[in-house]
DNA sequence: TGGTTATTTGGCAAAATAGCCAAACTGTGG
DNA sequence: CCACAGTTTGGCTATTTTGCCAAATAACCA
């Protein structure tokens, strides 16, 4: 495989990466509906603020996020609303898995 | 979060968190174009067959994936082509970001 | 200036992942 | 039955990820 592919590879890998955690993937929903702060975003988690920060981090490294500051907080965007879509594919991938083991 | 929830967002990242690798993503690629027998797979990411076989068994387990034996060789196949979206997206949030970047 | 709130970062330990080798397993054909 | 090709699994180490605490940073207000 050639570098240069390879490399488009990772960084494709690096998106999906970033989806890949229960926490991000929660917070990429709640985020659809609208920019939150870390503190909101920490409230919803029920996490470690510093955890959530860490995971905002990772989205926003992979481009899925980015963020504002105002005032004293800092507010989260998702930049890229077809991830979204991400969410209807992999719900499609379980079923499919589940209908399969049924039968 | 309660505890359904939390499965449910736990088995669509299991789901992203499948794809989420170089290697992964390049198989599930190969095999958009049709079935593919691990030799074959394995010849072309060019690393070891355990290797090769342990990201075939994680791109299964997610659901991703079904393998079927005809005499010594087993074929792996695509199962939910709506995964191959993820790619087109995951290039635009990249795309979109380097834009972001350079502006 | 100092105090307070919101957020990130450093540091660490626990857990998960990746990759290789070697051994085991599975079906084919003598 | 044996030998062989294709594949998976066990076992190991190296690397990465996760999550918390504590300390640092940033912007507000008095």
């Known amino acids: 495989m050639d570098f240069p592919k390879m490399q488009k590879l990772k960084a494709r890998a690096d ?4 989806l ?3 926490t991000r993937l929660f917070m990429v929903e709640e985020l659809a ?15 470690d603020m510093s955890t959530v920060s860490r995971h905002l981090s990772v ?16 507010y989260y965007r998702l930049l890229c609303p077809c991830v979204l879509d991400f969410f209807a594919c992999a719900q ?3 079923d499919s898995a589940q209908a399969r083991r049924s039968a």
Chains 1, 2 share one sequence.
């Open 20 to 22: 890949g955690h229960p």
């Open 59 to 74: 989205l926003r490294a992979a481009g899925v996020l980015e963020d504002e500051r105002r005032g004293n907080c800092i």
């Open 92 to 94: 499609n991938v379980i």
């Open 33 to 47: 509906q609208g920019e939150l702060c870390v503190a909101e975003l920490t409230e919803l988690v029920g996490a």
């Open 15 to 18: 998106v999906m990466k970033a």
